[in-house]
């Protein structure tokens, strides 16, 4: 029997070291194909809603923008924290040039639009006069209203709400998210598909070279493609905390990374999630909008009216108080249509003050291992069993063609002898 094991090995050398390979490129492949399916296609590709597949992250974008945004807000940080850095003078001051431009092109726009006459008869000594006055305490008005934002700004602003809308209207930023945070591990996944396949193949090789049931090779590549999977992902999440095993010190690669994917994630946020443009265009427009809006309204109407004295007689006592209301009512409408863009020039300052960044990677840094490990893990735990089944499923049908092949080789000459002795011919 030996003699016969090893005469067959000898024959079918190359055929039998194709086994590790072979198993190893399985494992690899289902590793890899597991994580592509956790990500892609972002939209739903086939007939919902039994045959076809998105990825399991951008499906469940709302759960999983959820799971994330919990462990920023108000874990790490927030709505308060973060305009308390910004200081309305400052702010007054980066939206002095545009904010006396947008006031220049507003009065021109509303006067032309409701008393073309009265405003073209007017000198420009005394209308220049009329938008210099206006102009003159819009920084003033500018920092008021910053001030009052930053008083209320529990109750006009939800930083919650715009991470968890943030990431559920762009399927692209969560995968971006989930991605970047674990790029070493996705690619430690694909690498050790590999080499745990490669060791089950050598199991395999040894198991098929004395004993060639027909359901080993199909039974070994299901197991292939089930424990890479499960080994990788045990081998990233655990252990949480260092342990040493005599002169080896073992920890999941995750939690090793800790201060690295800390930095990269606090980054990551700081750039696409939670910047300034995000934040403002959230206050001006977001579902607290309508406070904002009364609260700028009241300032710029009380602004108006009190440089409306000066101009009284040409505007005021002209047009009638009616249309007067209507005037002021309209341009502050405008004002806040426009203001998002006009606000995009304190961009740079604003990140820089409110260095979302620097905050988040400190604090994530000091994460417990059961909160740091809420960053990445929803990824793999939803549907993960779907996942390790199509593993599974694809080295089990890799092994069928590997037992087809086998089998096709087995009847010729060079494998008649063994064959016949292990009752295969």
């Known amino acids: ?46 007939k919902p809603p039994l045959f076809g597949w998105q990825g399991v992250v951008p499906r469940k974008a709302e759960k999983m923008a959820g799971i994330a945004c919990d462990t920023l807000v108000p874990n790490l940080v927030t709505e308060r924290e973060v305009f308390e850095r910004l200081d309305p003078d400052r702010v007054a001051e980066e ?6 431009e947008l006031v220049d092109q507003l009065i021109d726009e509303i006067m032309s639009e409701f008393e073309p006459t009265i405003w073209e008869t ?48 762009d399927k692209s930023l969560i995968n971006k998210v989930f991605l970047e945070t674990g790029r070493d591990e996705f690619v430690f996944i694909g690498r050790s598909g590999f080499y745990f396949g490669c060791i089950f193949g050598l199991f395999q090789m040894i198991g098929w070279t004395f004993y060639k049931g027909d359901f080993q090779l199909p039974l070994f590549g299901l197991l292939v493609g089930y424990l890479t999977n499960f080994i990788a992902l045990r081998m990233i999440f655990r252990p949480q905390l260092p342990k040493k095993f005599g002169p080896l010190t073992i920890q999941g690669l995750f939690h090793k990374r800790q201060k690295e994917v800390a930095r990269d994630y606090a980054r990551l946020i700081a750039d696409e999630i939670v910047t300034p443009r995000k934040i403002l265009e959230a206050v001006l427009t977001g579902v607290h909008s309508d406070r904002v809006f009364t609260l700028i309204a009241r300032n710029v109407q009380r602004a108006i009216d009190e440089q409306a004295g000066f101009a009284r007689p040409f505007v005021a006592l002209a047009v009638g108080s009616r249309k007067y209301i209507q005037m002021k009512q309209t341009a502050v409408d405008r004002l806040v249509k426009r203001l998002p863009e006009t606000l995009h020039v304190v961009d740079n ?29 929803p990824a793999f735990q939803e549907d993960e069993w779907m996942l390790i089944a199509v593993g599974a499923a694809l080295g089990f049908c890799v092994g069928v063609g590997q037992l087809i092949v086998f089998k096709a080789i087995a009847v010729t000459p060079a494998m008649t002898g063994a064959a016949a002795v292990l009752g295969l011919g």
Request: aromatic share 8%; proline share 5%; no cysteine.
């Open 122 to 169: 007017i000198p420009l000594r005394i209308r220049d006069m009329m938008v210099r006055r206006a102009q003159q305490d819009s920084p003033e008005v500018v920092a008021e209203i910053m001030d009052q934002i930053k008083d209320s700004i529990d109750q006009v602003f939800d930083l919650k709400r715009m991470v968890t809308s943030t990431l559920t209207e």
């Open 1 to 46: 029997m030996l003699a016969s094991a090893w005469a067959d090995f000898q024959a079918n050398l190359w055929l039998y070291l194709s086994m590790p390979i072979t198993s190893g490129l399985v494992g690899y492949a289902t590793n890899v194909l597991a994580i592509k399916m956790m990500f892609y296609p972002k939209d739903f590709i086939g």
């Open 349 to 377: 300052y604003a990140k820089e003050a409110m260095d979302i960044a620097s905050i988040l990677s400190s604090r994530l840094e000091r994460l417990s291992p059961p909160a740091f490990e809420k960053m990445l893990r």
């Open 95 to 100: 939206l002095e040039g545009p904010v006396l």
